[in-house]
């Protein structure tokens, strides 16, 4: 069976419907993805594969073909030479439509507003990218992002405060990997009670001292003294410590303040 020459690319409007192609950088195929197989005048061979967790698919007449971490522009043409060099297409013209992504993800956990996994839809996709795809960083949400994967088969783990990464600091807008966890921890709180005139729990800005914190909670009532304030804070073997702290001290997440009554 004779056929005109191949064209071997993606159909970039087709893609959309499942997970744009970007500019910068084609889709790699991960175990878990699912994919649709033509060959131009062919419909014979059309054929749904899954990509197993060796990388590998299974197609009519060229049996195995190792897809996994390629493009779906390689791909094509690895599966066109298999049919050519077989002598089964004298030129395959060979397109593949992704129907399921779910290799390439990542996970978001913690406080953002979307938890979830989501799929990787460009080679060079970034942190700041995946963190607008989950809905930003809960009011509640730390000022600290947590990364961690692997990279060449090595275990790794990154702090990322977020103002680095508004600011587009480099080193900050990690490249992702199949696989990666992004982690957003509660912000750190702080107790004010006693004689104040909001007592309750606050977050913990960086930085922030004593005094501050004080003025957070609405400052002291008519009756409250900063004569005696305690501040109960755990040690690190978990017991819990009374200090008399210069009111320029730096709080600490989970510290507790308290304002006694003035005698006088």
Same mark, same amino acid.
């Given at each position: 069976m004779k056929h005109p020459g191949v064209t071997i690319a993606v159909c970039a409007a087709a893609f959309a419907a499942t997970g744009p192609v970007a500019a910068q950088g084609e889709y790699l195929l991960a175990p878990g993805d699912v994919i649709r197989i033509t060959v131009f005048e062919n419909p014979d061979l059309t054929t749904e594969a899954r990509v197993s967790e060796s990388g590998q698919i299974t197609f009519p007449l060229v049996g195995g073909a190792a897809v996994g971490g390629k493009s779906l522009s390689v791909a094509e043409k690895l599966i066109a030479k298999g049919l050519k060099d077989g002598?089964?297409?004298? %030129?395959? *013209?060979?397109?593949?439509?992704?129907?399921?992504?779910?290799?390439?993800?990542?996970?978001?956990?913690?406080?953002?507003?979307?938890?979830? !996994?989501?799929?990787?839809?460009?080679?060079?996709?970034?942190?700041? %990218?995946?963190?607008?795809?989950?809905?930003?960083?809960?009011?509640d949400g730390a000022d600290m992002l947590v990364l961690t994967g692997v990279r060449n088969g090595e275990p790794i783990r990154q702090e990322i405060p977020l103002s680095e990464l508004f600011a587009r600091a480099p080193d900050a807008n990690v490249e992702l990997s199949g696989g990666d966890i992004l982690f957003i921890d509660r912000a750190p709180i702080f107790y004010v009670y006693g004689e104040v005139q909001k007592p309750g729990a606050?977050?913990?800005? !960086?930085?922030?001292?004593l005094m501050q914190g004080l003025a957070t909670g609405g400052g002291l009532t008519n009756?409250?003294?900063?004569?005696?304030? *305690?501040?109960h804070r755990r040690n690190g073997s978990g017991a819990v410590e009374v200090l008399a702290l210069d009111r320029n001290e730096t709080l600490k997440a989970d510290d507790v303040i308290y304002v006694k009554q003035s005698l006088f």
């Open positions: 002598g089964y297409v004298l %030129d395959p *013209q060979v397109l593949i439509f992704p129907m399921e992504i779910r290799g390439n993800q990542v996970s978001v956990l913690g406080r953002v507003n979307r938890a979830g !996994r989501y799929p990787l839809e460009t080679a060079n996709m970034r942190v700041a %990218d995946l963190l607008a795809m989950a809905g930003g960083v809960a009011p606050y977050r913990v800005e !960086r930085g922030m001292t009756r409250g003294t900063e004569r005696g304030m *305690q501040v």
